[in-house]
Nanobody, 122 residues
Framework: QVQLVESGGGSVQAGGSLRLSCAAS????????MGWFRQAPGKARELVAL???????YYADSVKGRFTISRDNAKGTVYLQMDSLKPEDTAVYYC????????????????WGQGTQVTVSS
């Protein structure tokens, strides 16, 4: 079965950086669009960044210019480099996958990881 395992979360001060990784197994990774999403306490889950099977990218306005999504098809891994972190970036970050194009709709993603906590202090 499909498994997505996130890592790299933690606590950092505002202005700092973190790099999240998501290792995928049980799927033909190169055929899947991958996304990072996040959910803060009391808020709905929201899109952060997407990358297509052909490595086209899409970013939420709130992270554009600060976050970078990338993928390594040989390793079956997608990354999220997060720079200039702000307290409002504090959330649980989830990796997700869907076969086909990199839809911006959360409901279009079929497979989800368990999440990794990112905490940014001021």
């Amino acid at each position: 079965q499909v498994q997505l395992v996130e890592s790299g979360g933690g606590s950092v001060q505002a202005g700092g950086s973190l790099r999240l990784s998501c290792a995928a197994s049980g799927l033909t990774f190169g055929s899947y669009a991958m996304g990072w999403f996040r959910q803060a306490p009391g808020k709905a889950r929201e899109l952060v960044a997407l990358i297509s099977s052909g490595s086209s990218t899409y970013y939420a306005d709130s992270v554009k210019g600060r976050f970078t999504i990338s993928r390594d098809n040989a390793k079956g891994t997608v990354y999220l480099q997060m720079d200039s972190l702000k307290p409002e970036d504090t959330a649980v970050y989830y990796c997700a996958a869907r076969r086909g194009y990199h839809s911006i709709l959360i409901s279009d993603y079929d497979h989800w990881g368990q999440g990794t906590q990112v905490t940014v202090s001021s």
